[in-house]
């Protein structure tokens, strides 16, 4: 596997982004070591909290959120999916798959041996992040599921999912930054979009952001259906609290936090809202997600 790393020059004055860059190892089922880069601020005893971004985000998107959940004592994690932010990147698209994402993801959280964990998760941050879920349940105490999913087949997607798996598939050149903006209610300034651009030089450096629409379970013929059905009987008798947060601006995944609600016991009781937002609904409601996390881990107690 020929492996891509973005020059960490790329990295250096990004705006609202004083984080210091940490680094896992994980290794492929071919022997590649991939190196994943993830954020880990506030108190080692404070209650955890994993941030899971989706396509073609990295842990910038959650910038304002780990601000100010360590302000409330919370230790903050978010790490960038391999192929995105400041993880290594497959120069080959077909590198890329949903289970090997899985795999390398499950790596690096049972290699950091994270528990008592509270998980956001939008986009492929829920479609990774769920499998987390139900493979390691023990290690998870609540969930805040936002403007993301778990397919599994059927055919059924959104008008706006298809506009976006065919422009994804062929636009010449992936305007990464230009994406985050149009898929926010709010205008990005020029400093922001260019740090969704940092990662990639070149669009030699986009092939995983060019592979995720396609990988998404929407047909039968998908590969990742049974997994992520055998996901979903765990997600069933999944009881410790989950909120769904979907926005109210989403093309994509409109409707979507119905399914929670209907299948995952944790559901049931819970606050449950609609926060305002696009697609990308971190970038127009940070503080409000603050406020969800924090309250559902004080309700813990």
Not at 237 to 244: L, M, Q
Not at 269 to 281: A, I, K, M, S
Request: net charge negative.
């Amino acid at each position: 596997m020929q492996v891509l790393r973005t020059p960490d020059a790329r990295f250096e004055g990004l705006a609202d982004w004083p984080y210091a860059p940490k680094y896992a190892e994980v290794t492929d089922a071919d022997g590649t070591v991939l190196r994943i880069h993830y954020v880990d601020e506030g108190p080692r005893d404070g209650a955890p909290v994993l941030l899971m971004h989706g396509e073609p985000s990295w842990a910038y998107l959650y910038r304002h959120i780990i601000k100010g959940l360590v302000a409330k004592g919370r230790r903050v994690i978010a790490p960038d999916l391999i192929g995105f932010g400041r993880s290594d990147k497959p120069a080959d698209r077909a590198d890329y798959t949903y289970e090997r994402h899985v795999h390398w993801m499950s790596q690096w959280l049972t290699g950091l041996d994270l528990k008592g964990l509270t998980l956001f998760c939008q986009d492929w941050g829920g479609l990774i992040g769920l499998r987390l879920v139900a493979a390691y349940p023990e290690r998870f105490e609540g969930l805040v599921v936002a403007n993301t999913g778990l397919p599994t087949g059927g055919g059924a997607i959104t008008e706006g999912f298809k506009a976006w798996l065919q422009f994804s598939q062929t636009v010449p050149q992936m305007p990464i930054g230009m994406l985050l903006n149009g898929g926010s209610a709010r205008e990005l300034s020029a400093a922001e979009m260019a740090a969704y651009d940092a990662p990639y030089p070149d669009e030699t450096y986009k092939e995983g952001a060019r592979q995720f629409p396609t990988l998404v379970p929407v047909t039968d013929d998908h590969a990742s259906v049974a997994e992520n059905k055998a996901a979903w009987k765990v997600l069933e008798a999944f009881d410790k609290p989950v909120i769904t947060a979907f926005s109210d601006g989403d093309p994509i995944t409109k409707g979507g936090e119905a399914v929670f609600q209907a299948r995952v016991p944790g559901t049931k009781g819970q606050p449950h809202v609609t926060l305002h937002g696009g697609h990308f609904l971190q970038e127009d409601s940070p503080a409000e997600i603050v406020d969800l996390i924090d309250g559902m881990i004080r309700r813990r107690g």
